[in-house]
């Protein structure tokens, strides 16, 4: 248990639906971030919230679309995915961005799309 | 920017062996760590290392921060410790993580 929770852990959509990723921290951090994690490639960073402002979009597409409500919680919408959109969603926290500190990683989101 | 390698790529060993995982960078870099994700997907950290040593049970782990490499030994291998091994560092420039390719090991019982 890192303190860090996502949900579904498993999701299975098609190429014109509309979904929701979910990530919660009760670390009391300020920071969390999105990862994708395709087979075979190292972990890419998608978007980095820093006190509820994005602070980083790594080039990520228009179909993913993050929100940040609260230091606590962290969203990922998903529309009109691509195949090769399948993955693992891994979502993260650390006391702060800018800063080194330690990232916590919660289980992930295994996303396939048909 | 900066480069993350790791090896050796994959691992199988017998349980009880001892191992150790080696990552290279390649440039200096003012954060470290070890992770290990399971065979679920669920990333644990390991060490935050950016220098020195540290011993967590039976790992333990060296940063040597001035010849850009860090090792990751595992001592008494058990079944439980099969799943990917990735080292991450990070530069001050942009406070993000550059990630290796990881290590797959292997614990054969």
């Known amino acids: 248990e890192t303190g860090v929770t996502q949900t579904p852990r498993h999701l299975v959509m098609g190429m014109t639906n509309k979904k929701s990723l979910k990530c919660e921290q009760h670390?009391?951090?300020?920071?969390m971030y999105w990862y994708k994690q395709s087979a075979k490639k190292p972990l890419e960073l998608m978007f980095v919230?820093?006190?509820?402002?994005?602070?980083e979009n790594n080039s990520v597409p228009s179909r993913f679309s993050p929100e940040c409500p609260n230091s606590s919680h962290l969203f990922l919408h998903l529309h009109t995915l691509q195949p090769e959109d399948s993955a693992l969603y891994l979502c993260?926290?650390?006391?702060?961005?800018?800063?080194?500190?330690?990232?916590?990683f919660g289980p992930g989101t295994r996303l396939t799309v048909t | 920017g900066i480069q993350v390698e790791q090896s050796p790529p994959d691992l199988i060993l017998q349980e009880g062996a001892n191992s150790t995982l080696r990552c290279n960078f390649s440039?200096?870099?003012?954060?470290l760590q070890w992770f290990h994700q399971n065979p679920w997907g669920q990333l644990i950290n390991l060490f935050y290392?950016?220098?020195?040593?540290k011993q967590n049970g039976r790992l333990s782990a060296t940063t040597v921060a001035t010849e850009r490499y860090s090792l990751l030994y595992i001592s008494s291998s058990q079944t439980t410790d099969s799943g990917v091994y990735f080292c991450a560092v990070e530069r001050d420039s942009n406070y993000q993580l550059i990630w290796g390719a990881g290590t797959k090991l292997i614990i054969k019982p």
């Open positions: 290392i950016p220098s020195g040593t």
């Open positions: 440039d200096s870099v003012n954060n």
């Open positions: 919230y820093n006190f509820k402002e994005q602070t």
């Open positions: 993260a926290s650390s006391q702060e961005h800018g800063f080194s500190y330690e990232q916590y």
């Open positions: 670390l009391g951090h300020n920071a």
